[in-house]
């Protein structure tokens, strides 16, 4: 099949002897490895900043006479084929730790469902948190040689670009990506053909073309409907993430699931584990139950063979965070589907029945855990509050007997870590920390970090965030969309040498990144201290129909364009992962103040930490188990239940204290050279302690020894 006519190759310009460029470009194990991005940056400097560090599209960009000097370049022919020689040899490696620990399970791929990836900016196919973990998991999962592949999608218009329109209000654009411009291709069958297949969805054929993703040793396929073939709605389809109404999301999630088995089973591939990566794709455990009726095996024999080889892992204890399809919309789409199942309609919607939505709608979530033998939340406590959430399925059951594990998210560590942090871990821990980066031995040697080197690398890295929040208002400026007033609100008074706390995330109302404007006057008191300024830079989305979040962001900006707080707050533009690395490498405290128990899990503050960049948070998700009181520091929410106004009220206060008391005198307290000897001691305490525990390296072992294993192990043939 043909390529969406709108789109075409470009023109191959790499010279011969730099052939495998073009080879290298298409696999994003260059986006964890320093050398690979360096060696692409030193092609054209200025083109690599331009394409937001997308090697493809740079390569289609350098002019000939660039090339050609390249090659005749003995420096560069030395770097090309060192990172040629470390790719080969990364791919090749037979001795991984799955080879190792799970010699067996080799040739059994596990099939990871997700309806985001965050893996680079270069493929725009992610929101938020999920998206990154999905694209965090995928990387160690290559990392450790687990057989995994991914299933997403390829959303042509991906998620929405955030603009703020002079109003103060975000708006919301989308920018269609050029598929040949981004680091990935179409995927070919085993018979040298491109991968297509047709889904009928309710009464319409839908024609899927698959794109493949090489992200090391593993693949992700993704599921693209806008092809000729199909009606101009179906071609819209696979457009947007998180974009359409509820029916365009009952066939988003219905493409996910059902066709992406079809997907893996065109392309050949029989995963012996199917991982859910959230409600979103669960359908897929409704396609295998079809398939094993379809060759013989009873409804209830079919049931038990999916859920011991179904993984599921929930993500938020937030109830708009589930998916609950209205009764008319799955008897639209599954009236010729249930009784392939060998399900009557009430046996079929009673699958996705909770207390809740019993009678009138059908919840994903439910369906998931319905369906999986093995399922898990994501931090200790968001495992705690979903035994609560979900213990009506297992009645009878005591609470903490619900079979729901927690296992704590992650961040894959070459992803996040700075070029100048990672450097000096090379220097003092171990030129290898990076593959042992789940070893706390290592991190031992943090104490005898020198700190001035150490400090060194915070001062760097501050300035190269602020250097980068000046070129955004910059361009803005530049291109007529920022006018002079609004270029104060996008940081270009912020300071390069004072305490910066960053605060980033999606702009949900129970994140409340608007505690601090609580009080305006101690606000005022404490950005303004002419010796010990302080400075709060704050970036996120809200969904486009989350008005209150909207709102949030709305009142950030009238914070930002307040000329009493005298430019110390500033909001950044369309928060992406390009802009997360440079927040949480470069600001000094790393802000989160959920209402607690709704923050699942949380990554960015691991990211932060793992930069030398203190924690400052509510003692929720991660933090909850990751605080040790000597750390960072933590906010001890009031008991579950209290009114969220005096929640609020009380956080708002122990944040000041804590900001008043011990943050900003820490920070200025230097000695004669200049170093906040303090304040080192509590990032050497946060390096040591968050990194090893709170990385993908810890968690995806975990994920393999505690579901993966278990879920390859057939139960005893009961008939
Ligand atoms: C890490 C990351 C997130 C998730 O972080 P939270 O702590 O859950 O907010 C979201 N968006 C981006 C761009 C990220 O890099």
New binding site residues.
Partial sequence: MQAPDHIQPPQDTVPQSLHRLGELARNLWWSWNQPARQLFESIDPTLWFLTHHNPVQLLSGVKPERFATLAGDPNFARQYSAVLRAFDEYLSSKNTWAATEFPALQNSPIAYFSAEF?LHISIPIYS??LG?LAGDHCKEASDLGIPLVGIGFMYPQGYFKQRINPEGWQEATYVPFNRYDSPIHQAMTSTGIPCSIKVEIGHRQVTVLVWQVRAGRMSLYLIDTDVPENTPEDRALSARLYGGDQEIRLCQEFLLGIGGVRILRALGIDPAVWHCNEGHSAFLTLERIREFVTTGHSHAEASDLVRQSTVFTTHTPVPAGHDIFPFHLMDRYFSNYWGQLGLSREEFLRLGETPESAGHGFNMTALAMRLSAHVNGVSREHGRVSRQMWQHLWPGLAQDLVPIRSLTNGIHAPTWISPEANSLYAKYLSPDWAERVDDPIIWQRVTDLPDDALWAVRQTTRRKLMRFIRERARDGWIRGHLQPMQAIARGTLLDPEALTIGFA??FATYKRATLLFRDLDRLKQLLHNRWRPVQIVFAGKAHPADEPGRYFIHEVLSFCNDHKLGGHVAFLED???HM?KYLVQGVDIWL?TPRAPLEAS????Q?AALNGVINLSVLDGWWHEGYNGANGWGIQPLPEGTDTQAQDAHDAEQLFRLLEQEVVPLFYQRDLDGIPRGWLQIVKESIKTVAPRFCTKRMVKEYMRQLYAPATARTPNKW
């Avoid at 949380?602 to 503050?605: C, D, H, V």
């Fill in positions: 965050g938020g948190g990154i995330r999606r928060y992406d992962m997360a989160n949380g990554t960015s503050g990211k």
